[in-house]
C-alpha cells in the first residue's frame, strides 16, 4: 500500500469512528488533511475579490471549526465529510458577502448577465449563486453536490469523481448540467 493509499484510508477510518469528538483524534485528522484543506481553500480564494479580508488559512481554519464544534460529528464516508467542507466554506464565504453588502451602499444592485464561474465576482453574483444553488439542492442534490465540490472546494473533475465514487464523465455530465441550470436561475 503506497503512502498515498495509507493516508486515505486513515483518514476513512478516523472519519468514520463513532468516538470521533474525541480532541486526539480531531488534531490527528487535521494533521493528514490540513494540506487538501488549505488547497481547496487557495483554489476558492483565488476566485475572490483581490480585497477580500480572508485567506485561505483563515477559512480552513473557520471551516474546520465549524465542523468540529458541532453536536454530532457523525460522518460516513470521506466524501461526506469533503462535502461537509464545501458546504461549510460556502457558508462562510455568503456569511461574508451578505455583511459587506448590508455596509455597502447600492448593495443590491442589478446582476451582470453574463456571469463567469470562474471569474472573480462581486458579492451580489455571490449571494445569487446562492439562492440558485439552494434551489438547485432541492431539485438534483447530485448536481448539488458537484457544484459545491468543484466550485466551493475548488476540485478538478477527477478530484471530484473520486469523492463522489463516480466516472469523471459522469460528474462532468452533473457539472455543465448544473452551470447552465444555475445561469439560467441566475439571469
Known amino acids: 500500500m503506497d503512502s498515498l493509499e495509507q493516508t486515505r484510508s486513515q483518514v476513512t477510518a478516523l472519519l468514520t469512528r463513532s468516538d470521533f469528538n474525541n480532541q486526539e483524534q480531531q488534531n490527528q485528522l487535521l494533521d493528514l488533511i490540513y494540506v487538501e484543506l488549505r488547497r481547496m481553500a487557495q483554489s476558492k480564494m483565488h476566485r475572490e475579490r483581490n480585497d477580500h479580508t480572508l485567506t485561505p488559512t483563515a477559512l480552513v481554519h473557520e471551516a474546520y471549526l465549524r ?89 478538478s473533475i477527477e478530484q471530484t469523481a473520486q469523492a463522489m465514487n463516480m466516472s469523471a ?10 452551470r447552465a441550470w444555475l445561469l439560467n436561475q441566475m439571469q
Do not use: C, P
Open 67 to 155: 465542523l468540529i464544534s458541532q453536536a454530532e460529528l457523525n460522518w460516513q464516508s470521506k466524501r461526506h465529510f469533503f462535502g461537509a467542507v464545501a458546504e461549510a466554506m460556502r457558508r462562510i464565504l455568503i456569511e461574508s458577502a451578505r455583511s459587506k453588502a448590508t455596509l455597502k451602499r447600492g448593495a443590491n444592485a442589478e446582476h451582470t448577465q453574463n456571469f463567469n464561474f470562474v471569474a472573480e465576482h462581486e458579492e451580489a453574483d455571490l449571494l445569487a449563486l446562492d439562492l440558485a444553488l439552494t434551489a438547485l439542492e432541492s431539485k438534483d442534490a447530485i448536481m448539488s453536490e458537484v457544484v459545491k465540490l468543484r466550485y466551493f472546494s475548488g476540485l
Open 169 to 178: 464523465r459522469t460528474v462532468n455530465r452533473h457539472w455543465v448540467a448544473a
